[in-house]
């Protein structure tokens, strides 16, 4: 059974930056997409970032050139770097994988993921 368990998250203040991980186990897949996506309150959630199984990455237009998708195979973790962060980037993030073929993409759709792991606050302050 896959499980993803997010760690990082926490308060920080305009401008700041947070580094998020997401240590992933039990995985049986050959190939994998991975993900970041967020939810505030009161709003539907939406993706941040996904890397697929070759490292190419995808980002939402919010977070371009901000948003750093990293990932260390050996050690099963996902990682976001977030940088110059903004109060709207305030929400629980949530990284998530499902299984692609070896060249697939990733989309940035979160319908397409049916592992999640249970989120990390994010709090940014003006």
């Known amino acids: 059974q896959v499980q993803l368990v997010e760690s990082g998250g926490g308060s920080v203040q305009a401008g700041g930056s947070l580094g998020l991980s997401c240590a992933a186990s039990?995985?049986?897949?050959?190939?994998?997409?991975l993900g970041w996506f967020r939810q505030a309150p009161g709003k539907e959630r939406e993706a941040v970032a996904t890397?697929?199984?070759?490292?190419?990455?995808r980002y939402a237009d919010s977070v371009t050139g901000r948003f750093a998708i990293s990932k260390d195979n050996a050690k099963n973790t996902l990682y976001l770097q977030m940088n110059s962060l903004k109060p709207e980037d305030t929400a629980m993030y949530y990284c998530?994988?499902?299984?692609?073929?070896?060249?697939?993409?990733?989309?940035?759709?979160?319908?397409?993921?049916?592992?999640w792991g249970q989120g990390t606050q994010v709090s940014v302050s003006s």
């Open positions: 039990g995985y049986t897949y050959s190939s994998v997409c």
């Open positions: 890397i697929d199984n070759n490292g190419r990455t």
């Open positions: 998530a994988a499902r299984p692609v073929t070896p060249w697939g993409w990733c989309r940035l759709f979160g319908g397409d993921f049916g592992v």
